[in-house]
């Protein structure tokens, strides 16, 4: 059974502490996404890796940085948190698109709801 | 660029009414489409999906079916549960991209 896990299911820190989000998949997955979901708003892609190092930029990556050392893992760090960075995080993975007709889906993560006070 | 326009909810109907969440798509090519569910409290899981026109996608009583004249590709269920109340979210994905274009998410609420 496919598997992504996310650190922590529920995360309270303070404004100006630097977060750690941890995504872990064991499906090897050559990609790997993190989102964030706010009400109104649907899913927000922040940041993409297609690599083991490679990272693409999402449709909001301000104030997000990622970190992908081993394939498996893949990182979400909050440098500086803020009280507009509350939100539900999450991870999914997916296999390489190598052709135009792979529907590869995308495997989702249980979410990481962070407040940050 | 691609793009998915989702029915707006919130959406409540009655346990075993019939249930229709639109969904329509802009895109260049074949894409592929998916519904998504979320269930409270958890993560997004696939609920189906459908790959080429005419592709019909079912499981667990829904079913979508990939309409290329009228790109849209709506989700149905003849019968609906209490335990279907979940927000649901239609995703395309554009051939050869590795990135999925999700809609808004339409919330649904089944009262028994």
């Known amino acids: 059974d496919v598997k992504v896990t996310q650190s922590s299911r529920y995360l309270v820190k303070r404004t100006g502490e630097k977060v750690f989000l941890e995504c872990v998949q064991d499906?090897?997955?050559?990609?790997m996404f993190w989102y964030r979901q706010d009400p109104g708003l649907g899913l927000r892609l922040i940041y993409f890796?297609?690599?083991?190092?490679?990272?693409e930029k999402g449709d909001i990556p301000e104030g997000y940085s990622v970190s992908r050392e081993k394939k498996e893992r893949f990182s979400l760090i909050l440098e500086s948190a803020s009280t507009n960075q509350t939100s539900m995080y999450l991870c999914?993975?997916?296999?390489?698109?190598?052709?135009?007709?792979?529907?590869?889906?995308?495997?989702f993560g249980p979410g990481t709801r962070l407040t940050v006070t | 660029g691609d793009s998915v326009t989702q029915m707006e909810g919130p959406v409540t109907l009655s346990e075993e009414a019939f249930l229709t969440i639109n969904c329509t798509y802009t895109?260049?090519?074949?894409?592929?489409l998916f519904w998504y569910v979320q269930y409270p409290g958890e993560g997004l899981q696939l609920l189906l999906k459908a790959t080429k026109a005419d592709d019909k996608g079912s499981n667990k009583g829904f079913e979508a079916t990939y309409r290329k004249e009228t790109t849209s590709f709506h989700l149905e269920k003849g019968s609906v549960q209490v335990s279907d109340s979940a927000v649901y979210f239609c995703a395309l994905k554009g051939g050869g991209a590795q990135k999925l274009v999700f809609g808004q998410g339409t919330r649904l609420t089944i009262n028994p």
């Open positions: 890796s297609y690599d083991v190092k490679m990272k």
């Open positions: 999914a993975s997916s296999l390489w698109t190598l052709r135009r007709g792979d529907s590869y889906e995308q495997y």
């Open positions: 499906m090897d997955h050559e990609n």
């Open positions: 895109a260049t090519g074949y894409p592929s």
